[in-house]
Nanobody, 123 residues
């Protein structure tokens, strides 16, 4: 089992940047594929980005590709999401998630979740 804690959320103006981090504890972090998801008020949770074992593979939601970068540091047990050129549509609670078996765009493919961190982008 792994415990996940997100940080780095906040309020930022449109066009600005934020870096989210997810600290993992418990079983070996490197044995999990990791993902970021987000959920805006009244909307379903949606995929943002994912990264595979040893960072060999990354996936992005179309609307964030080129603006967001997912990365992991297995030595520090951390997962990051660098977000640039933010716009109000990026406003949501952002969650990190861990998967034992696959790199997936589906929330159902993940086994463990953090509590989330709020990102608010003002226009």
């Amino acid at each position: 089992q792994v415990q996940l804690v997100e940080s780095g959320g906040g309020l930022v103006q449109a066009g600005g940047s934020l870096r989210l981090s997810c600290a993992a504890s418990g079983r070996t972090f490197s044995s999990y594929a990791m993902g970021w998801f987000r959920q805006a008020p009244g909307k379903e949770r949606e995929f943002v980005a994912a990264i595979g074992w040893s960072s060999v593979m990354t996936l992005y939601r179309n609307s964030v590709e080129g603006r967001f970068t997912i990365s992991r540091d297995d030595a520090k047990n951390t997962l990051d999401l660098q977000m640039k050129s933010l716009n109000p549509d990026d406003t949501a609670v952002y969650y990190c998630a861990a998967s034992r078996f696959r790199v997936s765009r589906s929330a159902g493919g993940y086994d463990y979740w953090g509590q989330g961190t709020q990102v608010t982008v003002s226009s």
